[in-house]
């Protein structure tokens, strides 16, 4: 069976991931001048992404290249509205105008595999936590630190405080450390654990409503769907 896989480099594993950044200490790590994982991965030239994939049918090749080039590449738009920095468009067209919590973690990913971009990753999550701020600064503290399902730079749908007033899977932590394996950048982890931290411990403070270890699905609106939207379920609830 034909297959294309990245070009190889050493992969770093979630036991160390978390040993470095935790275990270690975070703040020695970040510290200096020092260097991220190894990678042993070609860097190509600018625009060269099919060097960035290996496989024994050049068709794979061009497919993977066009896949880079058109739905990541082609997803990075410049600031506006209420996203101050670069962010990533989930979709096309108005419909999915926005910066979506679950659909962003997968571009980035594979982002992360052109060292020239560093800086665009860090401004797509940086969007998350100067959202973070700006909830805070109107919100009570009960509800303080939520990262919302989207962010709509336009705010197509109501004012940005008021939709969507429910969050998503913490799938943030996940994509960062996706990030890290590939391009083993500090600068990310530097500006993103304490808000990270902080979105986490609101969800554990929110979700968990019977402090029994359980994550339930919510909202801060009267709008019932808008807490099923929290793990995209269009079911009825008993």
């Given amino acids: 069976m034909k297959n294309i896989r990245v070009r190889s480099h050493e992969v770093m594993n979630r036991r160390r991931f978390l040993t470095l950044s935790m275990g270690a200490g975070i703040t020695a790590m970040l510290a200096g001048p020092g260097r991220g994982p190894a990678l042993g991965a070609a860097k190509p030239a600018a625009g060269d992404l099919e060097a960035l994939f ?40 108005d419909a999915f105008y926005g910066q979506w919590i679950w659909d ?47 962010i709509e730079p336009r705010g197509n749908v109501k004012p940005w405080y008021e939709y969507p007033a429910y969050s998503q899977i913490p799938i ?52 019932v769907q808008e807490a099923r939207n929290e793990t995209y379920d269009n079911e009825c609830l008993p």
């Fill in 54 to 93: 290996e496989s024994d049918d050049p068709k794979l090749v061009r497919m993977a290249a066009d896949v880079m080039r058109n739905c990541v590449l082609a997803k990075i738009k410049p600031p506006e509205g209420t996203a101050k920095r670069r962010w990533l468009q989930a979709g096309t067209g």
């Fill in 104 to 150: 962003t973690m997968f571009v980035v990913d594979l982002l992360a595999i052109l060292p020239e971009h560093k800086a665009t990753i860090r401004d797509v999550f940086q969007n998350y936590w100067d959202f973070q701020d700006r909830w805070n600064a109107r919100f009570p503290a009960y509800a303080h630190n939520m990262v919302p399902c989207m």
């Fill in 172 to 223: 943030l932590g996940w994509g960062i450390e996706r990030v890290y394996q590939r391009n083993g950048d500090k600068e990310l982890l530097r500006q993103s654990l304490v808000p990270l931290e902080k979105f986490h411990e609101w969800y554990w403070r929110e979700r968990d409503v019977t402090e029994s270890g359980l994550i339930a699905v919510g909202t801060y609106s009267d709008n």
